[in-house]
């Protein structure tokens, strides 16, 4: 083959998630959208802030060079500056701008991280089930994709799991709290008990052992409290993006930051820089740069996914379907009603229900709805759930 095999496997393949977007947008316009309760994408419906529409308008008016040109390759220093600052407010910090790296968002942020640290045959640890693109980006790094399931009467980190996992091979763990798909969020003791492992593991053989926290869904949480990782865990770099606290997953913002308390924080701040350089992902998107600087405090529409996720988690219920109470993001993990996710996404799909099977999560049994639809979709679905239940009676 003439081309790169690697990248036509990755292509072949596809993403589960965007296939089941790709068949619902088709049936919605065969059938109309109100018929078809797609629960795919974790594409939110609640509209960006207002704020976010008057810093784009206020930016309008710059000239057009200062608008449009070349940003530093890690972003301009006042959005750093004003990322840094909300960061240090917030979690007691002392960070700098010069600790941040500006990205086109989460995809990126994780992508530039593991070319940042990874070497050719190291090993990546993430706990399952988890955001199938994470093996796409861990293996085009280099690394390969150790896969370690969460304690299954939690989804809290198996840190015993973990452990045993490790090898003198491991270079990174990779988690996401809230998790996507689960909604769980990692305790504080859960993450102390991590980070007492892998200093232990690192210890043992003899290297550094990283751990990478994937954030999009920090501000989207139900009463409970998402602890800030690098203060338990020093070699801790958090990867982050606005499209799911600010509504803006197409406009592709977020970084990474590398806090001063991690111990290699001179030599991977410019192994991310160079990374970055090294995968073209440099100067994020200028504008919203400058949205960011304006907006990186404004607050989450949490209230209207809280109430979609009662509304959801209230008729499935009454259906007699099994889940796992979300703490936090809007995914809703639900138990299939038969072993075979995939059957039984076929059965739920002939009802026009577009859920995601759990497979490609590395997890057999469940499927994963999103939420983040409008309050409507999630009420006119209901006759379908009860349809697809009475299947299995």
């Known amino acids: 083959m003439s081309i790169n095999e690697t990248s036509y496997a990755f292509g072949a393949a596809k993403s589960s998630i965007r296939e089941i977007a790709a068949y619902g947008a088709a049936r919605k316009a065969a059938i109309g959208a109100e018929n078809v309760f797609d629960f795919s ?114 989804f809290q980190v198996d840190t015993a799991a973990v452990a045993a996992a490790v090898t003198g091979k491991t270079k990174a ?117 400058r949205v960011l600087a304006d907006c990186v405090d404004v607050p989450t529409n949490v209230e209207a996914y809280a109430r979609n996720r009662e509304a959801l988690t209230s008729g499935l219920s009454k259906l007699g379907y099994e889940y796992i109470e979300p703490q936090g993001a809007f995914y809703l993990w639900v138990k299939a009603l038969e072993p075979d996710a995939q059957a039984f996404f076929e059965k739920a799909k002939l009802l026009e229900l577009l859920p995601v099977p759990s497979d490609s999560f590395g997890c057999p049994g469940w499927v994963r709805l999103g939420y983040c639809v409008s309050h409507e979709t999630i009420v006119g679905s209901m006759p379908a759930w009860e349809r697809l239940a009475s299947y299995y009676v």
């Open 173 to 289: 763990v990779l988690i996401d709290s809230p998790n996507n798909p689960v909604g769980a969020v990692y305790s504080a003791e859960n993450l102390a008990d991590l980070a007492a492992v892998l200093r232990e593991r690192s210890e043992a053989m003899g290297q550094e052992i990283y751990l990478i926290s994937d954030e999009p869904y920090r501000e989207i949480v139900y009463g409970a409290e998402v602890p800030w990782v690098p203060s338990i865990y020093d070699r801790t770099i958090v990867c982050y993006s606005y499209s799911k606290s600010l509504s803006l997953p197409g406009e592709r913002i977020g970084w990474i930051l590398v806090p001063g308390t991690n111990p290699e924080h001179d030599e991977l701040v410019l192994a991310v820089a160079g990374a970055g350089r090294k995968l073209g992902f440099v100067c994020a998107p200028a504008l919203f740069q």
């Open 41 to 154: 994408l974790g594409n939110p419906s609640i509209p960006a802030p207002d704020a976010v529409r008057a810093s784009i308008e206020r930016c309008a008016q710059l000239p057009p060079n200062a608008l449009h040109s070349y940003t530093p390759a890690a972003g301009l220093p006042e959005t750093r500056q004003a990322v840094a600052d909300s960061l240090n407010r917030r979690f007691d910090t002392a960070y700098a701008p010069e600790d941040l790296y500006l990205t086109c968002g989460a995809a990126a942020s994780i992508s530039i991280t593991l070319h940042a640290i990874v070497n050719p045959g190291d090993e990546v640890i993430v706990v399952a089930p988890y955001f199938p693109e994470y093996r796409v980006w861990i293996e085009t790094s280099g690394a390969t994709c150790v896969e370690v399931m969460a304690d299954p009467s939690t």
